[in-house]
Structures are given as structure tokens and as C-alpha cells.
């Protein structure tokens, strides 16, 4: 079974975010994020209506959740994630997903550095 990823719960966790973040974008998502003062991060993922039916908004959740918990392991520890779908996710796979959820990662400076990506830029 997969492992689930710690949550925001409630409208003033999100509001907190949504306040006091900082927020990046791409062509299909928007990333907000937040420091939380805890040794893990925690996501929160919103679809709109606008992005489409109820079948369509659920796929695209599950797209954005798989992203996160994919390469979640690569993100410094600490913050609070909230993860946007805008319009153009619609009908997007997986590869594009996931490369905009590392695209807007890399903006907010979230990758740890690691030996082997230092090796590889020398």
C-alpha cells in the first residue's frame, strides 16, 4: 500500500497558506508555499470546477498526489504545500504533471541538494 502523504485539513490551514505564502506559476499548476516549523511537509492539492467535471478534477488530484509522493523525498523538510490546477491540466498525463509539480519545486528552491546533482553540474 502507498504510503499517505501528511495533509492540510481545514480552511485556516489553507487560508494560512493562501495569506502568508509564497507562490509561483506555470502553465498548469500554481504552487503555494509555506514554512511550517515541523520536521515534514504537508500538501494540500485544490481543482476548481473550472478545470472540469467531477471525473476530470479527481484524475487530475490523483495526477498532482502521485507527483508529490513520487518525488516528495527530494523536497527540504518543513514546508506546507498547496498545489493549484489551473485550466491547461485538463487532459494532461502524468510526465507533464509531475514536471510541473518539480518545475515549480526548483522556483521555490524546495530540491535538497544532494552529491550526485553537485557531481553532475561540475
Given amino acids: 500500500m502507498k504510503h499517505p502523504l501528511p495533509t492540510l485539513k481545514n480552511q485556516q490551514e489553507f ?4 495569506r502568508n505564502g509564497k507562490s509561483y506559476v506555470n502553465r498548469y499548476l500554481v504552487m503555494y508555499v509555506i ?16 478545470v472540469g467535471n467531477s471525473v476530470v478534477r479527481h484524475r487530475v488530484t490523483r495526477l498532482i498526489r502521485e507527483g508529490l509522493r513520487e518525488n516528495g523525498g527530494m523536497f527540504i523538510k518543513g514546508i506546507d504545500i498547496i498545489v493549484i490546477a489551473r485550466g491547461a491540466a485538463k487532459g494532461k ?3 507533464e504533471i509531475t514536471g510541473a509539480i518539480m518545475h515549480l519545486a526548483g522556483l521555490h528552491k524546495l530540491i535538497e541538494k544532494s552529491e550526485s546533482v553537485d557531481a553532475k553540474q561540475e
Fill in 93 to 95: 498525463g502524468q510526465k
Fill in 35 to 50: 514554512d511550517n516549523d515541523r520536521d515534514y511537509n504537508r500538501i494540500g492539492i485544490s481543482v476548481s470546477k473550472k
Fill in 15 to 18: 487560508g494560512n497558506v493562501y
